[in-house]
């Protein structure tokens, strides 16, 4: 079992930049998924690919602490989990040019108008995060609810850095026996739409 220091990356305080590779013991492509939810995802890629760092972020205490715990019990040593709001580490504590892939997968779409404010992807939050993409960086998105996924595509369509790309299964599935993350398991068992989409920053 690792230690938590070993697994959990404390938020940065204000105003502090953070070199992600600072947290691995060796260097590597540098991999980031943005609400990990119970860390299907993210454990899954981490396991399969050993030479790619990842971390993971999870707002959702109760959430964090699984994914931690499950880092830790299969002693996982290129995978790390952080408890912030993403919005807050893209913005203030990525360098940058950091990032090799932005994993989103099914972020909260907050499907009332009234709650639209809530979405994570919004024009200052995408322009902070095409900052931290290396160039040639791919960012993923996943979503079940059509209405905030075309939101989502259209943000990243109008970026002059970002080209769409085909889906690449090489980044999306962590391995063999991958079923997919877990509201993606759930809502293709419930018969919905998943929709997807892949872009890469300008080389
Ligand atoms: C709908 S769930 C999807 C989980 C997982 N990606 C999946 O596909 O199964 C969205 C997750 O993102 C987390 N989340 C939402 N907003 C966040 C933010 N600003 N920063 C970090 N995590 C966030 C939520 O706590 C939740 O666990």
Redesign the pocket.
Known sequence: MLPAENVIIEAPPDGQIVDPLSWFDSPGPFELE?????G??LISRATNNPDIRMLG????NK?FLYIADRIARREIKNVHVMR????FLVMNHLPPACIDVLHL????PWPKARHHKRR?MQPDFVQAAIRTLKPSARWLIQSDHEEYFQEMKGLLDHRPELSQIPWDQRESTPGPEWQG????IKYVREGRDIYRAAFAKES
């Open positions: 943005i609400g990990s939810g119970k299907g995802f972020i999870e707002w959702a959430f912030t709001d993403a919005k997968y099914h972020p909260d994570l993350t877990n509201f993606e």
